[in-house]
């Protein structure tokens, strides 16, 4: 038995390939996932019903096919050499020319199906169901055992994202998957507490994306109650099924973002709102800090205690005053008298002074008496008043079992100031009571 090492059996590989090629070939077939290099260099897969086979066009000789670039789904022929490409053990052709030959099998069906479902409205953007903001629970089509959910999910705890996923798994490839992500999609109709649907798939090549075209899965996914998200391949990639979703993802990294950017957004509105709200409330604070020092002031100056000390504080004056021109008027008088005596005296009148000094006793006892009085009625004037203002003090009535109901800050003196339901407030001496008015009764006056 021969031993050969992995490089010996591909450079053995390599010269029967070429060896029996050893001519410009021509090979008809269809262009799938084409990619193109930084240097300029295309890539791609020509296959067709059953087989396939990787294509090199260097850039040197994509300047040659001046007109025309190949696309996914062309159908092709390409003129070219067949190799083997050491390094990946794989037989390729390295071409010369790619000349157009007709749309590709492949892609005629992706528009056919396109048309017919675009046609019947499944693409109509008044259809898409809005993304929820705030996602609490997920349902998520997928391959259990593929890097896509996996990718998915350390994306979510990463950003500490606290979503239930529940993962319903499904082949992702091959015509067997069909039926399964169809069945999938209808049993999840009976859930309801699902916020979002994503169906999810890795990258791949056209061929592995191809179930995603198929019309039972784009109706069974339109049919979805729920807002779906579809998640697949890459970002060049584009499926039947993305234009079904009410939202496409360009891959499963990107729906996994998603969220995590949704719930960014709902923090920041969360934070937001309470800032509002606590800036709404400061002020109303403010505003009635306000408003009762505004008050406060107001009810001092106001309160019969207040309007007691001031009228006390101008009887007190008017006294005074009173008294301060009766001396004044009795000193005056006084100096009349004495001055009167000193003529009579010096007149020899003395006898007559005897008289008038009993007369002016008289006076003297009459104007006393009548200060007296005067001064006894307004001493008993401003008593009563006293007295009257402390009985009209509205403390003083609530300690008496009397209240004050007043609506908006204003007092309520007649039973048709208020309505049904409105609210008013209570004071009594030791607080206030917030009450709803649920009924009134007025009174006929009689008084008259």
Same mark, same amino acid.
């Given at each position: ?97 790619v000349e157009y030959k007709e749309v590709g099998n492949f892609y005629k069906k992706f528009e056919e199906t396109k048309r017919k479902l675009e046609a019947e409205g499944l693409f109509d953007r008044l259809l898409k169901k809005d993304i929820p903001l705030f996602i609490k629970k997920i349902a998520v089509v997928t391959s259990p055992s593929g890097a896509a959910i996996k990718d998915f999910l350390k994306i979510l705890s990463d950003n500490g994202i606290g979503v239930e996923i529940h993962l319903w798994g499904v082949q992702v490839q091959g015509v067997q998957a069909i039926p399964e992500i169809v069945a999938v999609l209808k049993e999840i109709n009976n859930y309801n507490d699902y916020d979002i649907v994503i169906l999810m798939r890795g990258g791949g090549s056209l061929e592995d994306l191809a179930i995603f075209n198929d019309e039972q899965i784009a109706r069974a996914?339109? *049919?979805?109650? !729920?807002?779906? $998200? =579809?998640?697949? @391949? ?5 499926? %039947? ?96 008298? *004495?001055?009167? !005596?000193?003529? $009579? =005296?010096?007149? @020899? ?5 005897? %008289? ?93």
């Open positions: 038995m021969r031993k050969l090492t992995v490089t010996e059996i591909t450079k053995i590989i390599k010269n029967a390939i070429e060896n029996l090629f050893d001519d410009t070939i021509a090979i008809e077939g269809e262009v799938s996932s084409l990619s193109r290099s930084p240097n300029g260099h295309l890539y791609f897969v020509l296959k067709d019903e059953n087989a396939q086979i990787k294509v090199v066009l260097f850039k040197k000789y994509l300047a040659i096919n001046k007109g025309y670039i190949p696309k996914n789904g062309d159908g092709v022929v390409v003129i070219g050499e067949l190799s083997v490409y050491e390094p990946d053990g794989v037989y390729q052709i390295v071409a010369r020319k996914l339109a *049919n979805v109650k !729920k807002p779906t $998200i =579809t998640a697949i @391949g890459h970002e060049r990639d584009t499926t %039947i099924v993305d234009f079904i979703a009410d939202l496409r993802a360009p891959t499963p990294t990107a729906a996994a973002n998603l969220i995590v950017e949704r719930y960014a957004n709902l923090i920041n509105i969360i934070d937001n709102n309470r800032k509002k709200l606590t800036n709404i409330v400061e002020k109303r604070l403010f505003f009635v800090y306000q408003r009762l020092d505004i008050l406060n002031i107001r009810l001092e100056k106001n309160s019969p205690s207040e309007r007691l000390k001031r009228i006390h504080q101008f009887l007190e004056l008017s006294v005074f005053s009173l008294k301060h021109k009766l001396l004044l008027k009795m000193k005056d008088l006084n100096s009349a008298l *004495n001055y009167y !005596k000193s003529v $009579i =005296t010096k007149s @020899g009148l003395t006898n007559r002074i005897l %008289i008038y000094n009993k007369k002016l006793e008289i006076i003297d006892q009459k104007l006393r008496h009548v200060i007296s009085k005067k001064l006894s009625a307004i001493n008993e004037y401003i008593n009563n008043t006293e007295l009257l203002l402390r009985m009209y003090d509205p403390n003083n009535l609530l300690k008496n079992g009397y209240c004050i109901v007043s609506k908006d800050g204003k007092v309520i003196t007649d039973v048709r100031q208020v309505e049904l339901e409105d609210i008013v407030e209570i004071k009594m001496k030791n607080g206030y009571i917030n009450s709803s008015v649920i009924g009134k009764k007025i009174m006929e006056d009689n008084s008259g």
